[in-house]
């Protein structure tokens, strides 16, 4: 009957450890459930353990076996979440000819699942170890799914992929009118479907001649760099369309000078010399910097455009401060208290790398914010996205135009 114990009481340990993790890293859908088999493996293993073990060595002995068997379920459980990988089904090259004449645009930007899921995550990681660069340990990597999944419940969800829809139209009608009617458009997302390889194809199939890939990323990164090889792996060349990537907008002066409208704009009657502008970059980590130098690089440039721009316009200099969301300092939150100590009476925090609304700019930005613990007479205003406003879009323009010369 002991043994009998023993074994049960590893089980239940073991199924422990594994409900830990999944309870941290499923969607909201699965919550109950995993928290009910929890429970039910927890009170399984303390009821064996107490109506099968006496004696102090016995217990001691039992208790560090339940210890150990639950850590390995944890870790069992970890790295099958982990290790996962996302299928996706193609769909099929069925084009013969050499295509019809016509242009596509295919639209290529992050993107953000509109509600929780763990596998953008995963494939970050991936990444992050793959190039030695330090991230969330592996052990607590359930604490940090727990975490992004919270921000989700606060933030409501994500409507990052569904603005980036109606930025989309807004380009289609801004184009000039002897382009678009014969271009056709194409949404794409690095890290939510549809990707880009599966837009090229859809676009192969419809017969353009020609995909000029619109990269709606503020810097040549990872990210295009994804982007490109998801393209390339379909071959378009193999059926004659040739394909053009746009340059990243790092250098727009129509998107820079887009800021300095929408400082403007947010004032509100309180005089520049009084208003303090947070411009928030995304940062990259420094491992990364031999392996995609340019991301950084243009990044701080950019920002430096927007603030030469705002500091022509009148904002006072000292006003006017630069903050990174990660890897790279200062953090959104010294940045911010610089700011608080100038005596300001507004600040404007522009997520000036933010194509659209999104995790970052719903819930870490602000979040980054309070912990500067500003005086309560600062009032605080927040831009998330540029892609919403027509200098932005203006900018996507030019951009394609280039591609088109």
Known sequence: MRVFGWILMTVFALLTGFFIVQYMVVSPAEMSLYAVLLAIAVVGMVFVYVRTFRGRKVMTLAGLL?????????????????????????????RIDGGDGHE???????????????????????????????????????????????????????????????FLDDLRRTMPEEE???????????????????????????????????????????????????????????????????????????????????????????????????????????????????????????RQGIREKLIADGFAPRHVVLGWMEFQEPTITDAAKELGELGVEKIL???????????????EVPAAIENAELPGAIAVEYVGQYCDHPLAIQALVEKIAACQE
């Not at 150990?68 to 099958?80: D, P």
């Not at 549809?194 to 837009?199: A, F, L, Q």
């Not at 309180?270 to 940062?283: A, E, I, M, P, R």
């Not at 925090?349 to 995790?359: C, G, N």
Request: charged share 20%.
């Open 66 to 94: 339940a210890l150990a068997c639950l850590f390995g379920g944890f870790v069992l459980a970890n790295a099958v979440f982990l290790g996962q990988t996302e299928v996706r089904t193609l769909p099929v090259v069925s």
């Open 349 to 363: 925090v522009f997520s000036v790398s933010l194509s659209a609304d999104s995790i970052h700019s719903e819930v």
């Open 180 to 302: 678009a009617n014969g271009t056709r458009f194409y949404l794409a997302f690095l890290d939510s479907n549809p990707r880009p390889d599966e837009m090229t194809i859809r676009a192969i199939n419809d017969g353009a001649s020609k995909i000029i890939v619109l990269e709606v990323f503020i810097t040549e990164s990872t990210h295009t760099l994804a982007g490109k090889e998801m393209v390339a792996g379909v071959h378009p060349e193999d059926y004659g369309v040739e394909v053009c990537y746009t340059s990243a907008l790092w250098d727009s002066e129509c998107l820079q000078e887009m800021w300095v409208e929408t400082a403007n704009e947010m004032t509100c009657g309180v005089d520049k010399s009084k208003v303090g502008v947070l411009l928030v970059g995304h940062g990259q980590p420094t491992e990364w910097e031999e392996i995609y130098p340019t991301q950084n690089q243009q990044e701080s440039q950019y």
């Open 104 to 166: 596509a645009v295919l639209y290529f930007t992050h993107g953000e699942p509109p509600g929780y899921s763990a596998m953008p995550w995963i494939e970050t990681m991936r990444e992050l170890d793959r190039d030695n660069v330090p991230f969330v340990p592996w052990l607590v990597r359930p604490i940090f799914f727990s975490t992004v999944r919270n921000e989700y419940f606060e933030a409501g969800g994500s409507a990052h992929n569904k603005l980036h829809g109606v």
